[in-house]
């Protein structure tokens, strides 16, 4: 009597996506899968231009009418627009992590968990699909203020959304990494979230210029990344593609993007033991 053995299936009968998958693949999935429900409901978006359009229409005079002379360049909009983009990059991406809590509310985060998604693909990708809608709704704000004297380069215009993508990773990576952290107090979120966003907001010289602030304010202006990247912005949108400015704005993009992920992978990686 011979035994028998259990017969192996050949590497080729393995599903095709399995073999192929890639890192790049797992973030485009997940960020295809988050931007269904807003192709379904495209009402969000829209409302979501509210918010920039009334700084605009409303601050952007008062702005121009008490140190119109005294900004960088002299020219308000493009002071003021460049930071209203960032304005919109960072309210989009640093609410993300209130969708999250109702995933795992739902149970669909637990679902994703299980899957052979990476970790820090599944972060990328929910940070990409808010993205999408913060550069229509951007393109909308550009297209808006043309009529009312407002120039670009667009060669820096589309270094100014790719430096919002990478900065955008790293902020909604942080909120999500929130929304794990305080999923049992979920009112937490929104309580943190406010006590740093606007903070982070003013000394960020978004609003209004630093320069004229005490001297207290601009020190801890400093050490804010997200000045940086909104000087970046304005030199961008100016054509100073190639400027010290710009370089600065990059590493701090980039420095929080790399925060954000570690800390984001980390604690997802926890929530799922």
Do not use: C
């Not at 192996?8 to 790049?24: C, F, H, K, Q, V």
């Not at 308000?76 to 992590?97: D, E, K, N, R």
């Not at 400015?245 to 993007?257: D, R």
């Amino acid at each position: 009597m011979t035994a028998t053995t259990a017969p192996t299936l050949p590497a080729e009968t393995l599903p095709a996506r399995e073999a192929t998958r890639s890192w790049w693949g797992d973030a485009w999935l997940v960020m295809t899968r988050e931007l269904l429900p807003t192709v379904r409901d495209p009402f969000s978006v829209v409302f979501g231009l509210i918010q920039p359009v009334v700084f605009l229409g409303l601050f952007g005079p008062l702005l121009a009418g008490s140190v119109g002379d005294g900004l960088p360049g002299g020219d308000v909009w493009a002071w003021f627009v460049p930071g209203i983009l960032v304005m919109t990059t960072l309210f989009g991406t640093s609410t993300t992590g209130a969708n999250l809590l109702f995933e795992m509310q739902t149970g669909a985060h637990e679902r994703l968990l299980v899957t052979p998604l990476a970790r820090s693909a599944q972060l990328v990708g929910r940070s990409w699909k808010e993205m999408v809608p913060i550069v229509a709704q951007s393109v909308v704000v550009v297209a808006v203020m043309l009529p009312f004297g407002f120039s670009f380069s667009p060669a820096g215009a589309l270094m100014g959304l790719v430096l919002l993508a990478v900065f955008g990773v790293g902020i909604g990576s942080l909120s999500y990494a929130l929304a794990i952290a305080v999923r049992k107090q979920d009112w937490m979120f929104w309580a943190v979230q406010q006590t740093l966003l606007f903070p982070l907001l003013i000394l960020s010289g978004m609003l209004l210029p630093l320069e004229t602030g005490p001297r207290w304010m601009q020190v801890a202006a400093d050490v804010n990344p997200l000045r940086y990247v909104v000087d970046a912005e304005r030199a961008l949108f100016a054509g100073d593609l190639a400027s010290s400015t710009v370089a600065w704005g990059a590493v701090a993009a980039v420095l929080t993007a790399a925060l954000g992920l570690l800390v984001g992978v980390r604690t997802l990686a926890r929530s799922a033991r």
